[in-house]
């Protein structure tokens, strides 16, 4: 023992290292930071760097044996000399793989974030309060039941009263641990609830079932209605004669909600009976019908709060003679559900407005047969066909049910943009004026006639005119709204409007596509909701305007025309033709189907594709200069310098950059750049990875529904100045994409059906952001409307008209008017090509037709079979959201010159982005690029250094005590 005590001290060393990087990596993986797969790829990455380690141990081995029988001076030093060998083997190795393969990991493990101030959090907070109190939507209020000005007790029925729904799952999750509950929000406002109920309810069950990506319970706990004992309901009614009835729906990341709860597939462990085949997820269960039915017959006054950011289906609520009043709150978030007590108190009276059309039977809606999972019996594809056109939520009600009042009033319950007020408005609209740019001027007054005070929403749609073969166009549009101040009784606000004509214009993909406005009456309508009209002026253009190259759009850098004519396959889509004489058959579910030889043949072509561009001449790479990135901040894209500055990136230093994009940009040595965070998400910052505390605002849907530009602007300013004070550079939102469909699980995370509503509130959210430096990533670009089957090389069949009128427009408008700087493609498909390698997306509309400047990023770049970082940058996405490096988010082929000036395309777009900034706000020259872990490791390092000098010394002592005696 005494003999091999130097290599045993220097094994057990070896093992204590070891030991120390398997807890981390358990670490990494239990925190969520990466997956199996993603920790399997890093270890056989880093496997290599192992090689040299154990064949030195072998040498090691084989030097003991063959020389064990020499003399003890020769063996003492071979023993100890190869032990010490062995540790700064080890000590190198472990700095080559923190540095290298793991250093992208270990920057979010280990970093260093500053904290939101005391100040800042309360600014957050009273941000968040605003939305939901403008964000809440007063649906029902019989006989103006509401408010209860003295009312003090009140009974909470529903076991979601328990818990409710805060925001959803996922990267744009709210969190709950610390927020406002119902209760709390009830006796804020000076109400008292009945503590029995709440025990009763605690007592069935303390939490909500797990609804995450990985996995999906959509139980809906709610006791039956045997188990309310006949004492418990006897001294709720002695308690009080009214009752609050809380009925809730989850969605989240990675799953949509399910269309027949009662499929293979589908978890459900609720009440015997709950559903029956067929039922959706946003009808009511048999327990809260039961329960509802016991509440109406035992409670005189009865309301209810609807918690879900999917448009239930609400009828029932006409179907119990005591519910006198309803309210609705998408998610709130962490403090939103003091809102409730107030707006039931009548200290804030409603002003929020639906964002979805809420029909009687979601079933009907043209969507629904084509929402879900449909795969190709051919290939290991999935599909999904937009067969509805442009025909989404109230741009199909109120074109298919046009001068059918009665089949409206049966098939929509609440209109998009319906919301009722404690008080009454009128609206009046002045005349339209109309500039020499083609502008359109006018003012709506609003006045409020009733007694109590509060804000009004003012809704300005076009109808456009419509000949049976003409390009297809909604009865009415959406063109621009406006929120007022809070308004005293009688008191009375003008507000001004300036609209562009092009804006009523239509996509036409005839000869070639354009916009067009066509020749023809025109009216321009205030209305209450979609439905209302308040107040309408006739506008007439005499003769049709084709936007075309010699007349384009004033907001385009260039002039759009087709190019998604392949991603409208073979889909029969509906028109308004003949009073949609087509729509059973475009509405109808696909029957199987399979890929035709030409889109297999495009589908194999993107997925092989290789660098053609050998014979270009090679990008400069790795030059000596000077240039340092500070020194373009503030410079334009196309400044002479950043080709100078560019030239003097390595590959090695473009392909770092690219691929490890993963809530980061990584520092580059040789121009000074900076390392930046990105961090998620929708409802304010949060990590999967370290800690955060930040505000958590009310979901997206909700933030919509308070039809206040300006909140969403305040919003996100109170996100730039939490990311400048947590040192987040980049935000991974706002989300910008389409409630195509009731059932879709991340509506939450998306504001509205309608995509001029969505834009706006984007917009502003992005210029606040923006205001202090912080870039956000328009997500998820595009047309990342469903859940299911987002990971399984999901293509998104769409006419172009929908794809620009629909699905783009929301994206346009954040980058025309929000400035945008930064976006995130999306898992799926258009057509049959990627939307991350989407040249025609990313390229030709987004920085072609918009004049975007700046990054894209994927989105989480597991790979998942289709998944190219060289695909991506050779078509427009610069950076891939990638903490490892592996799945193909590296770059390859960098001998070629296509791939190098890719990269360097790329490079430039991040850098671009980057510089322009919160990170080089208080950047001075000088300033070290080394994180704190790394400062840390260097301080290691001498400490290891010292201790081998030391250990060496000691060896020294050793061997003369031992042999020169």
């Known amino acids: 023992m005494k003999k091999h005590r130097g290599l045993i001290i220097s094994l057990i060393i070896a093992i204590v290292i070891i030991g120390g990087g398997g807890w981390y990596l358990h670490g990494l993986l239990s925190g969520g930071v990466v997956t199996m797969a993603d920790i399997m790829v890093t270890v056989n990455k880093v496997a290599k760097y192992l090689i040299p380690i154990l064949l030195l141990l072998v040498v090691i081995i084989i030097l003991l044996i063959v020389f064990r029988k020499r003399d003890p001076q020769f063996k003492f030093w071979l023993k100890w000399e190869s032990g010490i060998i062995l540790l700064v083997a080890i000590v190198l190795t472990l700095n080559i793989v923190l540095l290298e393969p793991l250093s992208s990991l270990i920057n979010l493990n280990y970093a260093r974030m500053g904290s939101v101030s005391e100040a800042t959090l309360k600014q957050g907070d009273n941000v968040a309060q605003d939305i939901s109190e403008e964000g809440t939507v007063l649906l029902k209020n ?434 308004r033709k003949d009073n949609f004489a087509n729509y059973k058959q475009a509405t109808a579910a696909p029957k199987t189907e399979k890929l035709t030889n030409k889109q297999k043949s495009n589908l194999v072509a993107l997925s092989t594709a290789k660098d053609n561009g050998t014979n270009e001449k090679m990008p400069v790479t790795g030059k000596k200069g000077s240039l340092e990135l500070a020194d373009l901040r503030g410079k334009s894209y196309n400044d002479k310098n950043w080709d100078k500055l560019l030239d003097q990136l390595s590959i090695k230093d473009m392909n770092r950059l690219i691929t490890y994009g993963g809530y980061q940009t990584v520092s580059i040595g040789s121009i000074k750049k900076a390392h930046t965070y990105d961090f998620d998400g929708p409802s304010g910052f949060t990590s999967f990875i370290i800690p955060i505390k930040a505000t958590t605002f009310p979901v997206a849907t909700m933030i919509a529904a308070t039809w206040n530009t300006k909140l969403a602007n305040s919003r996100g300013k109170v996100m730039g100045k939490q990311g400048n004070e947590l040192g987040v550079s980049g935000w991974y939102g706002p989300a910008m994409n389409i409630h195509r469909n009731a059932l879709a699980g991340r509506n939450f995370e998306y504001y509205s059906e309608d995509s001029t509503l969505s834009g706006d509130m984007a917009a502003n959210e992005i210029l606040g952001a923006k205001h202090y430096g912080v870039y956000a990533y328009m997500k998820h670009f595009a047309m990342n409307d469903q859940e299911t089957n987002r990971l399984n090389k999901l293509l998104t069949w769409s006419s172009e008209q929908a794809i620009r009128e629909i699905y783009l427009k929301p994206f346009e408008i954040a980058v025309k008017d929000g400035k945008a700087s930064a976006a995130m493609s999306s898992f799926n498909y258009i057509g049959d090509k990627w939307s991350g390698a989407n040249d025609v997306l990313l390229q030709k509309v987004l920085r072609g037709e918009w004049g975007f400047h700046g990054m894209v990023e994927t989105d989480y770049f597991g790979g998942y079979g289709y998944m190219s970082g060289n695909n991506a940058i050779k078509n427009g996405n610069d950076l891939m959201l990638s903490t490892t490096g592996e799945s193909g988010s590296a770059i390859v082929n960098t001998k070629k010159s296509g791939t190098v000036k890719a990269m360097r395309n790329a490079s430039h777009n991040i850098l671009y982005t980057v510089v322009n900034s919160s990170a080089y706000k208080n950047y001075q020259k000088g300033d070290s690029l080394k994180l704190p872990w790394q400062k840390t490791l260097i301080k290691y390092d001498i400490i290891v250094a010292i201790v081998l000098v030391a250990l060496q010394c000691l060896v020294v002592v050793l061997y003369r005590r031992k042999f020169n005696r």
């Open 142 to 575: 019989t006989n103006n039941y509401l408010p209860l000005k003295s009312q003090k007790n009140i009974n909470v029925f529903g076991w979601a009263s328990t818990n409710p729904i805060y925001g959803g799952t996922g990267s744009g999750g709210s969190a709950s641990a610390n927020s406002v509950n119902i209760y709390q929000g009830l006796k804020s406002s000076g109400f008292k609830t009945n503590n029995s109920l709440n025990k009763f309810y605690t007592k069935y069950r303390t939490k909500r079932p797990t609804l995450s990506m990985m996995a999906q319970d959509w139980t809906l706990p709610e006791p039956a209605r045997s188990q309310y004992s006949k004492k418990l309901i006897a001294n709720s009614k002695a308690f009080s004669n009214t009752a609050l009835v809380v009925i809730a729906r989850p969605g989240g990341e990675g799953a949509d909600l399910p269309k027949d709860v009662k499929a293979k597939g589908v978890t459900y462990k609720g009440n015997k009976g709950d559903f029956k085949k067929g039922d959706t997820y946003l009808q009511l269960t048999k327990s809260e019908r039961d329960m509802l039915k016991m509440v109406n017959s035992n409670f005189k006054n009865v309301i209810v709060l609807v918690n879900s950011a999917n448009p239930m289906e609400l009828g029932w609520l006409n179907k119990y003679d005591h519910i006198k009043s309803a309210l609705w709150m998408a998610g709130p978030g962490e403090k939103g559900f003091s809102a409730l007590g107030q707006v039931l108190r009548g200290k804030v009276n409603p002003s929020g407005r639906t964002v979805d059309t809420y029909a009687y039977n979601i079933k009907n809606s043209p969507s629904f047969n084509n929402f879900g999972d449909f795969k190709y019996s051919n290939g290991k594809y999935s599909f999904v066909n937009y067969s509805e056109n442009i025909y989404v939520g109230y741009k199909f009600y109120e074109t298919y049910y046009k001068g059918n009042e009665k089949g409206y009033e049966q098939a929509v319950q609440y209109p998009f943009g319906y919301g009722m007020s404690y008080t009454t408005f009128t609206q009046k609209m002045s005349n339209l004026k109309q500039s020499m740019d083609g502008s359109i001027k006018f003012t709506v007054t609003v006045k409020n006639t009733g007694k109590t005070a509060g804000k009004d929403v003012v809704q300005a749609y076009y109808t456009a005119p419509y000949n049976n073969n003409d390009t297809e166009k909604a009865a009415t549009n959406l063109l621009s709204f406006k929120k007022t101040k809070k308004l005293q009784p009688g008191a009375s606000q003008t507000l001004n409007f300036k609209l562009k004509r092009s804006d009523m214009s239509s996509y036409s993909e005839k000869n070639g596509g354009a916009y067009v406005l066509d020749q023809g009456d025109y009216q321009i309508q205030i209305k209450e909701n979609s439905h209302k009209v308040l107040d309408s002026k006739d506008y007439n253009v005499a003769q049709t305007v084709v936007y075309n190259k010699n007349n384009k759009r004033s907001s385009d850098k260039k002039v759009a025309t087709n190019k998604f004519a392949d991603a409208s396959g073979d889909v029969n889509y509906l028109s």
